[in-house]
Structures are given as C-alpha cells and as structure tokens.
C-alpha cells in the first residue's frame, strides 16, 4: 500500500512563505512523475506544478514564486512557496505517478490547507 503524506500547510500573511513536504511511502518500484496541485473553494482542482527525473512544469499564475524539488533518496517532493498572495488560498495536495511491482499508478495525498490572509 502507497501512501502520500504531506505536511507544512498554513495561515501566513500576504507575502510570506510556507514550504509544503510529500513524502511517499511503501514499496515504490520507481516514482515518475510528482506534483502539486491546488483546489480552492467553489473551483475545480489545478496543478501547481510537477517535476519528473529531468524536468520541471509550473502554473503561469506561481512562476517565479513557487519551486517544486524532490529528494529522490527519500521518494520527496518540496515546494516552496514564497510572495504568497490571498489567491493562492486553497487545499494543497500532493500526487505521485509511479510503478509498483510493474504497474503503475496515480495516488493522491490527503491535502493541506495553505490560507493567505491580506
């Protein structure tokens, strides 16, 4: 069983930082592809961004505030997240694309909230 784990949510004000931490767990063949994304109440969820071995993919909306790192060592991915602004207010969560005795799968963490307040 694969299990996603994330930590480091928040409240912190308007142009501040918070550094949010996924950590996949269980027996992990090999992790593709890691994210984040964003789901804010009453829209539909976004990505935020991804890293793969050899790339990084971020949301026009984040560029330049946000960066995705992952710790293949320890099957982690960060994102840190600074110039905070109210609109990056929502339910945060971590989603890994990886192979597991020769399948592959797509898990979801059970989310965190990050609140930018004004």
């Known amino acids: 069983q694969v299990q996603l784990v994330e930590s480091g949510g928040g409240l912190v004000q308007t142009g501040g930082s918070l550094r949010l931490s996924c950590a996949a767990s269980?027996?992990?063949?090999?992790?593709?592809?890691m994210g984040w994304y964003r789901q804010a109440p009453g829209k539909q969820r976004e990505l935020v961004a991804t890293?793969?071995?050899?790339?990084?993919n971020y949301a026009d909306s984040v560029k330049g505030r946000f960066t995705i790192s992952r710790d293949n060592a320890k099957n982690t991915v960060h994102l840190q997240m600074n110039s905070l602004k109210p609109e990056d207010t929502a339910v945060y969560y971590c989603n890994a694309d990886l192979v597991v005795i020769g399948n592959r799968y797509n898990y979801w963490g059970q989310g965190t909230q990050v609140t930018v307040s004004s």
């Open positions: 269980g027996i992990i063949f090999r992790i593709n592809t």
């Open positions: 890293i793969t071995s050899s790339s990084t």
